[in-house]
DNA sequence: ATTTAATTTCAATAATTATTGAAAATTCAA
DNA sequence: TTGAATTTTCAATAATTATTGAAATTAAAT
């Protein structure tokens, strides 16, 4: 079996990441930047952090911020130094309940209030089996959204090792 | 309560799928043109979805052939017509364990494929905390990886009513 | 208080992604 | 086959989103 380098499974993980980043609503800079800190043994600075990917100042600060924002990172300071370090949450479990978290209230939400406000619509310039289709598509997407809702609020609050077992003895 | 017209309804439902879709990966138009299918009691033209959503015939095409390989949608013929009518899935379980299955694909397989080949990562240029710290987070993440891919395939194949009702005990 | 270091903001710009529309391809009917 | 109806493709363009970088702000040291 060949052996990989640690630059070679840096630049790996650091892109896998930051490819994973924008399909999950997140710029591609701001999950690499979450992947640098994740490998850092150390919390870094943000001139590391820029070094590390080549971006700028600006760009390494405002994605600092939003990661912040995510609950993912967290910002330091050292006695005596001036500069902030930022270090990255590095229990994977922790980051997906945070991230969850922030979905649930960022997209299944308003999801689940626009289906409630729909569910009284009423209309006879309409016909039946159009009123009768978006109350029977609406209610069905309420249904599983509310089941998805119940689910995420329990694993957000849910001890990791009582949670990860019920789901692994389904 | 104040009741909602059925336009206004359609227009929400529309506006909010067509949201969501932008932070799941697919394009706003293949969302909303989904959403337009989920409401409407029969199967429609390309050309009934160009006029409803304002949009172009080649970004309709392209848009259906994009849920049709997502497994949400399917193409229909009527006897004796020449136009192909679109149809999509209402099952919005069925509609979940589809997006799961591709998202499974197309994300979390690449991520563990990627996760396994840093695995015999081995670099005495670099410091063993770097090592270490690499080791440790990727195998964090390649362990719950696996458990996410675990339980997604049993979402994907399992039976309907079986899954909910064990997820819902939790 | 002033200087210096560090960080943030945001208008300008670049990069990416989505959409159009017309030409090419396909499909069916005559 | 030819021709009309329909669909698909894809280069050009538009719209959106991400990034830069320099000015403004903040914060600490002198």
Redesign the pocket.
Known sequence: MMTVNYSDAKHRFIQQWGALG?VWG?????AQIQAVLLLSPEPM???EIMEEL??????V?????SLIEWGVATKEYKA?E???YFRAEKDIYRVATQVAHERRKRELEPMLHMLESIKDMDDQEVSKSKREEMKKVSSNILDLGKKCDSLLKKFISAEKNWFLNKIMKL
């Open positions: 924008t997140i710029s591609r800079t701001m600075t943000a001139d080549g971006i700028s100042r600006g760009n600060s405002m994605s600092l911020k005596g001036r500069k902030e």
